[in-house]
């Protein structure tokens, strides 16, 4: 009897690890055809000085134009798709993108440092160090320090040595490194000794309820002390009301990034958005703390 359930469960684990194998080829040759058919596109998202309302730079955030589904977020296909190797053909065309379109606005005059979100599997391939000066090297006009590589914290923390290595060159290459999503990622604090990167980014989770839980306001404020004692840079992510804004800039951390400030638009947009920017009603000359 017990032999016969445990056969069972063998046949239904592998039939359900079959289909998910099934479902995985699938998308990724779903994929693919996207690649070719031009439907990936990368929308931007402003990130902002709240104490004195400059503009600091913009975040590349991958969107699939589905022409049976619409706009398809990011999260409904990156996470399927992470430790496969496609990710990397991915994220080299998000690399490509981005810095095409920072070189655009070059042209136009207008400077505009990008950030791009990089996956682990992107970070610890041998080939990515070479992948993103080859990439820069394309764009001429464009210098190290327009491109910003945003890691998960998680992701830095996976295989320490090795992501602390390649940061360390990304930062010797000029390209500055934000650790997002910082908060979530179960970092022992020691790593941040040892992780060469410029900007702690915190998790729009702990921005979200700050003023209402307790808890969540003392992690924002932990993540700024932190950043102030490792001389990193701290922004706050989600930042969706003035309220957040006010307190986030009294707390010390005067960068955000979020829908009260801009949602994620596409390329176009980007220059009209950045001529009528203004501050919002009573954000901007916050004194900090
Ligand atoms: P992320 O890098 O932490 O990006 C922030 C996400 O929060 C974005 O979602 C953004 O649209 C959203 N967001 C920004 N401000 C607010 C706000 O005020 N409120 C709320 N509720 N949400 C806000 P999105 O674009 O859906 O991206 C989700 C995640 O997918 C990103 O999180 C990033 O981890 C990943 N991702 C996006 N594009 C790429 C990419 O090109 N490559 C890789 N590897 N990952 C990417
Ligand atoms: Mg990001
Ligand atoms: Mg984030
Ligand atoms: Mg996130």
Known sequence: QSKRNGRDRITWFDTHRE?????????????????????????????????????????????????????????????????????????????????????????????????????????????????????????????????????????????????????AKCKKMGIPVSLDDFGTGYAALDYLKRLPAQTLKIDQSFVRDMLTDEGDLAIVKGIIGLAKAFRFEVIAEGVETEPQGKTLVELGCVLGQGYGIAKPMPANEVLPWLKNWKCPEGWGGYESL
């Open 19 to 167: 289909q998910e194998q099934a479902k995985l080829t699938e998308l990724i040759k779903r994929m693919e055809l996207a690649v070719s058919h031009d439907e990936l596109e990368l929308f931007y998202q402003p990130k902002v000085n709240m104490e004195t309302c400059e503009v600091i730079g913009v975040e590349a955030l991958l969107r699939w134009r589905d022409p049976e589904r619409g706009l398809v977020p990011p999260g409904d296909f990156l996470p399927f798709i992470e430790e496969h190797p496609f990710s990397i053909t991915i994220g080299n065309w998000v690399l490509n993108e981005a810095l095409k379109q920072v070189s655009e606005w070059r042209s136009q005059g207008v400077e505009l440092p990008v950030s791009v979100n990089i996956n682990a599997l992107q970070l610890l391939d041998n080939q990515f160090l070479d992948s993103v000066s080859t990439h820069l090297s394309h764009y001429t006009n464009v210098s190290p320090k327009y491109l910003e590589i945003e890691v998960l914290e998680s992701a830095a923390i996976g295989e320490i040595h090795k992501a602390a290595d390649v940061l």
